[in-house]
Structure formats: C-alpha cells, structure tokens
C-alpha cells in the first residue's frame, strides 16, 4: 500500500520523569519514569485502567501532570500547550470531521496554523502517495470503511511532520484481519518516517507484533519496561507473566516448591515423567492443540503441536525444559532467582 517516498522527518526522544496524575486520592498515575529513543516505537501495554492513555494524554498536553517532568527532544515541555510541543495524535475514534472531505480533513490543521496553501499541497501529495488514498480525497468519512478512514486519520498525522506520534488505541475499531494488515502498515510507516511512535494499547498481540519498546502498566505504574522478547523470555513479575503469551503462562504451585512455578504452555510437552496431570479438555485450533489439564485442583494448559486427541480424564505427564521455568515469590510478585 505504502511507497518508499520519505518526507525526511526524524524522530525525537520522550522522557517522563516521575510524573504523577490524581483526582483528590485518586492516582491514575504514580511517579511513572520512562525514555524513548529518538526514532523508537514504543507500546505503552496494560488492562482498561492501568493509566496508559493518562499517560499518553500528559505527552500531548492535553492532560498535565500533577508532578514530574516531560521532556520531548531534550526539551522541558511540562508546561507547554499541545501545539508547542511537536506531537501529532492519532485517536481512537479517528476525531475525522463528517462535513469535511478527505483532503480538508488531512488539510485541517495545517490550515489552523496558517501553513502556506503551497506548504500544504507539498505535505499533502507526499501523505497521499504513501498511503495510496488519492482516490479517496473528494470523498467524506461516512463515505469510508473503517479501514480508510484509519488511513485518513493517519495522513493528517503525517502531514503535521511531527518527530513524535501518539496513537490511542487507533485500531480497536477494526475487524481482527484489517487490524492485522494496519499493524503492518502503520509499523512499515513509523521505519520509513523515522518518527518516535507512543502506542497504546490493551491487546498484548499488537505490543509484540510492533514495538521495540514495552511499557507494561499496572495500577498506574510500571510494572516492566523491555523489549517484547525479554518481557516475553524474562517477564520480571507474576503479573507480566501471566499479561504476556497466548495462552498466558501457567502459574501454580507444585510440592516440594516454596516458590510460585510459572511455565509457557508451549513450554510443555507429552512425556513419560514429569508433572501429573488429567486430561480436561482437548481445543484444536489447526497449527496446534490446547490442552487443558487438571494439575492438584489447577488448571494448567499446553500448547503442543499438530493435532492431540486425547479423552476426558486421561492420565498423563507434562515434561519440560528447566531452562523454560520461572519462579515467582508468592509475596510479592517478583520474580525469585
């Protein structure tokens, strides 16, 4: 969809420095502390509620924070409104004006700040060609599916030639396979742009599939800050054990252990010895089967290739790789050695 045409942006650092957000006792944010490189795609990660799109929002401007420091570029920007800061924002709602065509739509704010009407044609024409809607321009959003006005939205992000973007949860409102292909194309425009990307989302598919960088809250604060190799390999809490992986890993408590076992369902395999399990349900899914066992009054799933037909109430053993196991203290949450 997308051609190499660059628009010779480059990307800017984000840098929060313990930044809190409350309403009375309330804290939506709880002296949060991160970096992105410059040029870096970051997915801010956590359920309905952890404070990511507080967090986005404080980047913007569009929310300040009740302490703590923003820094964009090397910048202090803490107490600069939205249009000083150099962000573009992509919501989730698309925010596309109904009355307004295509190209207005994608004009909109470069009008607002009184870009020249030649300016504007420039960073229009390169917009268009990267993302393939000039045969979109004369028409209006309801005029669009979900996944043109997703482009939409995005080429007046890019026509803003913004060092950073923040998207809030911009694909949510898309069908699983047109996520999918957006994800591809929204990560294939942040490498080309060479912009600093804040991602959030609440789908942990999305954060491993795109991000160089995860921010993986929790309560309003960070609960790891990794790659999505290593908060996959080396989840740092029980809680970003069992947010991460599809299937999430299995948790559980074994005798002998004084410590909570954590293990990957495609950790696990069929073996002569190992841990005892009774078969519960058997759920092929094509590539592979899950299978959910009875382990002491815990479930416990595996991931095992090919198809796996085994009844109800089967005895069996799951044997595994020590190398693939995690403990956990059953206290805290955090990962024991």
Same mark, same amino acid.
């Given at each position: 969809? =997308?051609?190499?045409? #660059?628009?010779?942006?480059?990307?800017?650092?984000?840098?929060?420095?313990?930044?809190?957000?409350?309403?009375?006792?309330?804290? +939506?944010?709880d002296?949060?502390?991160?970096?992105?490189?410059?040029?870096?795609?970051?997915?801010?990660?956590?359920?309905?509620?952890?404070?990511?799109t507080?967090c986005? !929002?404080?980047?913007?401007?569009?929310? #300040?924070a009740?302490?703590?420091?923003?820094?964009?570029?090397?910048?202090?920007?803490?107490?600069?409104?939205?249009?000083a /800061?150099?962000?573009?924002?992509?919501?989730?709602?698309?925010?596309?004006?109904?009355?307004?065509?295509?190209?207005?739509?994608?004009?909109?704010?470069?009008?607002? !700040?009184?870009?020249?009407?030649?300016? #504007?044609?420039? /960073?229009?024409?390169?917009?268009?060609?990267?993302?393939?809607?000039?045969?979109?321009? +004369?028409?209006?959003?309801?005029?669009?599916?979900?996944?043109?006005?997703?482009?939409?939205a995005?080429?007046?992000?890019?026509?803003a030639?913004?060092?950073?973007?923040?998207?809030?949860?911009?694909?949510?409102?898309?069908?699983a396979q047109?996520?999918?292909?957006? /994800?591809?194309?929204?990560?294939?425009?942040?490498?080309?742009l060479?912009?600093? =990307?804040?991602?959030?989302t609440?789908?942990?598919?999305?954060?491993?599939?795109?991000?160089?960088?995860?921010?993986?809250?929790?309560?309003?604060?960070i609960?790891?800050?990794?790659?999505?190799?290593?908060?996959?390999?080396?989840?740092?809490?029980?809680?970003?054990?069992?947010?991460?992986?599809?299937?999430? =890993?299995?948790? =559980?408590?074994?005798p002998?252990?004084?410590?909570?076992?954590?293990? /990957?369902?495609?950790?696990?395999?069929?073996?002569?010895?190992?841990?005892a399990?009774?078969?519960?349900?058997?759920?092929?899914?094509?590539?592979?089967?899950?299978?959910?066992?009875?382990?002491?009054?815990?479930?416990?799933?595996? !991931?095992?290739?090919?198809?796996v037909?085994?009844?109800?109430?089967?005895?069996?053993?799951?044997?595994?790789?020590?190398?693939d196991?995690?403990?956990?203290?059953?206290s805290?949450?955090?990962k024991?050695?």
């Amino acid at each position: 969809m =997308m051609s190499e045409t #660059q628009l010779g942006m480059t990307g800017a650092s984000v840098r929060l420095e313990d930044v809190s957000r409350r309403w009375g006792s309330t804290a +939506a944010l709880d002296r949060v502390s991160f970096t992105v490189k410059a040029g870096q795609f970051c997915v801010l990660l956590g359920p309905s509620g952890c404070g990511k799109t507080t967090c986005l !929002r404080i980047v913007a401007g569009l929310d #300040q924070a009740t302490s703590g420091r923003v820094e964009i570029g090397g910048r202090d920007v803490t107490s600069l409104p939205p249009a000083a /800061r150099g962000v573009a924002m992509v919501f989730q709602s698309y925010a596309l004006f109904p009355h307004l065509s295509v190209e207005e739509n994608i004009r909109f704010g470069l009008k607002a !700040r009184s870009v020249p009407v030649a300016e #504007q044609a420039r /960073r229009l024409e390169k917009a268009v060609e990267i993302l393939g809607i000039s045969a979109l321009l +004369a028409r209006r959003p309801g005029q669009l599916s979900g996944g043109q006005q997703q482009r939409v939205a995005l080429g007046r992000a890019i026509v803003a030639e913004a060092p950073v973007c923040l998207m809030d949860e911009p694909l949510s409102n898309l069908d699983a396979q047109l996520r999918a292909e957006m /994800r591809r194309e929204i990560l294939a425009l942040q490498r080309r742009l060479g912009i600093t =990307m804040l991602y959030v989302t609440h789908d942990q598919t999305e954060a491993m599939a795109m991000a160089d960088q995860v921010i993986l809250l929790r309560g309003g604060r960070i609960e790891q800050d990794a790659p999505p190799a290593d908060l996959y390999a080396s989840p740092a809490t029980r809680f970003a054990a069992s947010f991460i992986g599809t299937p999430p =890993m299995n948790l =559980m408590r074994l005798p002998g252990e004084s410590a909570e076992i954590g293990l /990957r369902p495609e950790a696990l395999h069929l073996a002569e010895s190992g841990i005892a399990a009774r078969v519960i349900h058997a759920e092929y899914l094509g590539a592979d089967t899950v299978l959910s066992c009875d382990v002491d009054g815990q479930t416990v799933l595996a !991931r095992l290739p090919g198809r796996v037909q085994l009844a109800q109430g089967t005895a069996i053993h799951l044997g595994f790789n020590p190398g693939d196991l995690h403990r956990f203290d059953p206290s805290t949450g955090l990962k024991s050695t």
